[in-house]
């Protein structure tokens, strides 16, 4: 059993919500990143979830009518942004104790 890194917030974020969008702001390095409801949405939605997999499925969920290969590919481009960013990283799971 593989199992997916946990998905982790980076510390220290400044956020403030303007016209309904969301914006995150990482002191250092200075960054930015703006997202729009559905963005804003998924970003709440990640105290919600651990893993790649998980936010992939919070949004199937969310969006029944949406293909899901077309889900699959918007939300990992939109984490592979984030952890580009450093606004989340991605933590290597603990693997079990051997019995």
């Given at each position: 059993?593989k199992l997916e890194p ?37 970003w709440q939605g990640l ?53």
């Open positions: 059993m946990r998905l982790v917030k980076a510390r220290g974020l400044d956020t403030d919500e303007l016209n309904g969008e969301l914006v995150l702001i990482k002191l250092h390095p200075q960054r930015t990143i703006i997202l729009n409801a559905a963005g804003m949405a998924l105290d919600a979830v651990d893993t790649r997999a998980e936010a992939v499925s919070l949004v199937k969920e969310a969006l029944p009518a949406m293909e899901p290969e077309e889900v699959k590919r918007a939300v990992e481009q939109w984490l592979d942004e984030l952890v580009a960013g450093g606004f989340l990283t991605e933590v290597a799971p603990e693997a079990p104790p051997e019995s």
